[in-house]
């Protein structure tokens, strides 16, 4: 341990489903053999420095609750610290990867220049840091709604001033990842949209957006970036409205602006509870346009329809978003980072380790769900039989036809539709008996 702050904390252990210790790893075990991989290589988890270092406790009706030794953040001393008490977390949670902003690692400067050499120095920090250690970094981002520059949007700022401060902000950040061997780096536009249509060009804001992500792509080859680009969607907070709402609306973008080849999607869970979706839904939908990326796990509160950023504690839910995730050939260059935080009266540094600790837990058993269900094959068995109509040659034949030659099939009476059971309650039983 570098840091007094979980000096007395030991690193993980697997111990068993039976173990009583609750910081121990009951379901996590990285060398268990999953569909013929390594429970660590599908799982591929991440811990965000933001939520688990850089967040002081807020809510939008009180202050700080935690009181950490790298507060206050605004030294590269105890950006330092902070650094310290991050590192020594991964080797006690053992998880092969982290994630960060620029804003979660090292102060503000006065001037761009000195935020950058900033960032730099904790880079070289992270670098030594990392050299004698088996953590990667799965990817970095830039903070561009936390400033008040940002208020108004970073690409897509009606001022062609903070456009620009985006493009050199992001352009360092893409350097830093690249130096770190990160595997992706993510764009999520917070302030990439409006508050109201009373002062906003949309279609040229769009624009923009479309614009600057063609300029991250093109800064991606010309450094030589073999990572991947996410974007990552999220409806509205902190913007009433974000351009990047859902999955299918990322796409739709992606497409527009002919990125689709280049860019894929980091998908949320609590980003889509917020857009009115599951998470196996967002998922879904990425996966079938072959731009299924990375994903942030977390949970959203049900009831209080905002962001609350909660670590995953629900196994039905993880199993099938693991369940679509496995089904399209699991994570490549992406992996599962807990986009989550402690509720603010978790103030020990214990809670941060149980929080990963039950988290890892259940998406471990969430993966396991997964898998039994893809090896059982009884959904694909079902959704194929649902399906099977379309096998026949004059089905097929259809989809090439038109509508006068269909038209004629019905009106001789060839065609009687009987309607089917979808048997969802069966599926939904069959789903149950493997979670
Ligand atoms: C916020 C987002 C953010 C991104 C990274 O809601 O989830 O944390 O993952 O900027
Ligand atoms: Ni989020
Ligand atoms: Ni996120």
């Not at 001037?111 to 088996?134: G, H, P, Q, V």
């Not at 300029?215 to 680009?229: D, L, N, P, Q, S």
């Not at 694909?380 to 034949?397: H, N, V």
């Amino acid at each position: 341990m570098t840091q007094p702050f979980f000096a007395d904390i030991a690193p993980v252990q697997y111990e068993g489903p039976d173990s009583a210790n609750p910081l121990a790893y009951r379901h996590y075990n990285p060398d268990e053999i999953v569909m013929g991989k390594r429970m660590e290589d599908h799982l591929r988890f991440a811990v965000a420095y933001w939520h688990s270092f850089a967040w002081e406790g807020q809510d939008p009706f009180g202050g700080q609750t935690f009181v950490r030794p790298w507060h206050p953040q605004d030294r590269m001393e105890t950006a330092r610290i902070k650094a310290d008490a991050a590192f020594d977390m991964f080797d006690i949670l053992g998880q092969p990867y982290f994630c960060w902003h620029d804003a979660d690692v090292r102060p503000e400067g006065d001037t761009f220049a000195e935020s950058l050499s900033n960032l730099t120095a904790i880079i070289d920090y992270f670098e030594e840091k990392m050299a004698s250690r088996k953590i990667k970094l799965l990817w970095g981002t830039a903070n561009m709604f936390s400033h008040r520059r940002w208020m108004a949007g970073a690409s897509t700022n009606p001022d062609p001033d903070v456009f620009a401060y985006a493009a050199a902000t992001v352009k360092t950040c893409m350097d830093a990842t690249h130096r770190l061997g990160g595997e992706n780096y993510v764009l999520w536009g917070g302030r990439e949209g409006y508050e109201t249509l009373l002062n906003t060009d949309l279609g040229q804001e769009l624009d923009h957006m479309g614009r600057f992500l063609n300029m991250v792509v093109e800064y991606k080859h010309k450094i030589g970036f073999k990572g991947t680009i996410l974007v990552e969607p999220k409806p509205q907070e902190p913007s009433k409205h974000q351009y990047d709402f859902d999955a299918a609306t990322c796409i739709g973008i992606l497409r527009k602006y002919g990125l689709e080849g280049e860019v894929k999607l980091n998908l949320e869970q609590g980003h889509a509870i917020l857009a009115g979706h599951s998470f196996e839904h967002e998922i879904a939908v990425a996966a079938a346009e072959g731009m299924l990326g990375s994903i942030d796990m977390n949970r959203n509160d049900y009831q209080s329809g905002w962001d609350t950023d909660q670590f995953p504690n629900n196994v039905p839910e993880v199993a099938l978003a693991y369940y679509h995730i496995l089904k399209s050939g699991g994570f490549t260059t992406g992996g599962t980072n807990f986009d989550a935080k402690l509720r603010r009266q978790s103030l020990d540094a214990a809670d941060l380790i149980a929080a990963h600790v039950g988290a890892m837990d259940i998406c471990a058993r969430g993966l396991k769900a997964a898998a039994a269900m893809i090896e059982d094959g009884g959904l694909e068995t079902a959704l194929k039989d649902r399906y099977a109509g379309w096998e026949t040659p004059a089905a097929r034949a259809m989809l090439d036809s038109d509508f006068d030659s269909i038209f004629d099939r019905v009106l001789s009476g060839d065609i009687a539709p009987e309607p089917r059971s979808g048997r969802q309650e069966i599926l939904e039983n069959y789903v149950n008996r493997f979670v």
